[in-house]
């Protein structure tokens, strides 16, 4: 059973940075694609980034120049690094395996308010 577990999330101060981080088991981590999705107060779960087998990575308009993916296979990790954050970046966010996110953690929050 696949198991993948958030971390890195808090609150951030508008123009402020993170990185998230998750670790995965249960499953050959280097052969799936991996996502980063998030969801924000009072909407829906949207697919922001994602990074396949061989590293090259794709990012949602939202967060286009400010995200960075990347994953490490030694270590069943998969990162997410976002610059200038704004308030509008404040949700839950979830690494999931593959594009559908339908096998996800339980989501670190990251709330961005002064």
């Known amino acids: 059973e696949p198991q993948l577990v958030e971390s890195g999330g808090g609150l951030v101060q508008p123009g402020g940075s993170l990185r998230l981080s998750c670790k995965v088991s249960g499953f050959t981590f280097r052969m799936h694609y991996m996502s980063w999705l998030r969801q924000a107060p009072g909407k829906g779960l949207v697919r922001i980034s994602g990074i396949d087998q061989t590293g090259n990575a794709d990012y949602a308009d939202s967060v286009q120049g400010r995200a960075s993916i990347s994953r490490d296979n030694t270590k069943n990790t998969v990162y997410l690094e976002m610059k200038n954050l704004q308030p509008e970046d404040t949700a839950v966010y979830y690494c999931?395996?593959?594009?559908?996110?339908?096998?996800r953690g339980r989501g670190t929050h990251v709330n961005v308010s002064s």
């Open positions: 999931a395996r593959n594009r559908d996110g339908l096998d």
